[in-house]
């Protein structure tokens, strides 16, 4: 039976090139965009399904309730200008979109998981959010991911060893987001989550990788 796998930003960058990597793996794949063009698109190209899902609003995730799905991964991320003092609106977005989306969606999603005694979560992070790395980033992206990766260990309490959750930094890559000087492309960047996405039963849980690597936080 075909695993089920939600992305989410998976219209393009990142999020897309997992999409497409769980699709060649044979699961039952949809993906979210806020754009209606942009994610039929995607669809079609993928070969999945998509959905329509804004992160930052908590009513267009109530549409995932009940569903089954094995597999997890927040990708979508935004990325505000400016600094804090000047721009606080990007704090309250960035946490909205990294923090209390991805949130929502574990809290939606898990039970189905536990119940099924299967489930791979991956929440996609940066190294700007490691405090081993200096906290960096604009405005409040680093403050949200660091938010994540704290997200990420906390909730190995509330979840059995058969649901893996771990978080992940894809390094600088060639997106809309990282900008086209990046080094590595979305599907360098897309191994490790796709990696941690179908881990075997042994596989680690709470941790946080880089090119399958564990990093520190």
Known sequence: MARTALVTGGNRG???AIASGLV???AEVTITARDAAEGEEAARA????WVRADLSDPASLEQFRGQSCDVLVN???ILPQGSLLDNP???FDAMAVMVDGPFRLIHTLAPGM????YGRIVNLSSGWGAFAEGLEGPN???IAKAALNAMTLAFTRDLPDSVKINAMCPGWVRTRMGGPAARI???EGADTALWLATLADDGPTGGFFRRREPIPW
């Open 24 to 26: 060649a793996r044979g």
């Open 75 to 77: 990708n979508a991320g």
């Open 89 to 91: 609106q990007g704090f």
């Open 14 to 16: 990142i999020g897309r």
């Open 185 to 187: 492309s979305a599907e």
């Open 46 to 49: 993928l070969g999945c399904r």
């Open 140 to 142: 409040a992206y680093g």
């Open 114 to 117: 536990i119940a099924r005694d």
